[in-house]
């Protein structure tokens, strides 16, 4: 009795399925849409979960950030005109943090890191996409502990003297260098000319995002 029902049942959904082939077919595609967004999500998460988890052995968890506006600033809900009043971060704040707070061992500071105008890099004739351009220290690659990929970083006497030296990121050397050395070089930003004295590796980014 319950085999005939079940052939009964098999029967009746064969027939429903050619009666109505569009609507099963949506049906079907609903259903493998779903399950590959699901898998995708998950794979997206986990992909993210893993490089978060490099960026920070790399980065170290013993560094802390500190910035007038963060993505947890944003996504918190805070109105973005109160995050706009913020007072910006500057070298003064830098060298307080690093006076009165001795349990600190390094401080370095970016300038143009977060909301600074994105800016292209030139070459002779060749130029870069618009990407991030920041100011930093000599203390940068401490902090960071991001290696030189090629060349060395820019030294204290010359953050002092404001010598105009520049250390690329990964996207930029590409670009300009794709087949050369870039030592010695000189790009310029804007109208200003700086001499290149290193570059940078690849830097850790949490969802394996680019960063230059």
């Known amino acids: 009795m319950r085999w005939v029902l079940f052939q009964e049942i098999i029967v009746m959904s064969w027939q429903t399925l050619r009666g109505n082939k569009l609507r099963s077919a949506l049906t079907i595609l609903g259903i493998v849409i779903g ?3 699901i898998v995708g999500i998950t794979s997206l998460l986990r992909g993210f979960d893993e490089s978060f988890k490099d960026t ?83 203390k940068y690659p401490s902090v960071t502990r991001i290696p ?22 990964q996207t930029p050397y590409l ?9 010695g070089k000189v790009v310029r930003i804007g109208l200003i000319e700086y001499e290149v004295v290193g570059v940078m590796d690849k830097r850790p980014s949490p969802g394996g995002f680019s960063l230059g």
Do not use: C, H, W
């Open 175 to 183: 670009t300009l260098f794709p087949n050369a050395d870039p030592i």
């Open 35 to 37: 399950i590959t967004s």
């Open 56 to 138: 920070i052995k790399t980065i170290g968890p013993d560094t802390i950030f500190v910035t007038k506006i963060s993505i947890v600033s944003v996504t918190s809900g805070v109105n973005r005109q109160e995050l706009m009043k913020r007072p910006n971060i500057t070298t003064a704040d830098a060298e307080a943090i690093e006076r009165n707070a001795p349990s600190i061992e390094v401080v370095d500071i970016l300038l143009g890191a977060n909301g600074g105008n994105p800016s292209k890099i030139y070459y002779r004739n060749q130029k870069t996409k618009n990407i991030q351009i920041f100011g930093t220290t000599e």
């Open 148 to 169: 030189l990929a090629i060349g060395r970083f820019f030294s204290n006497g010359e953050v002092s003297r404001r010598r105009n030296v520049v250390v690329l990121g």
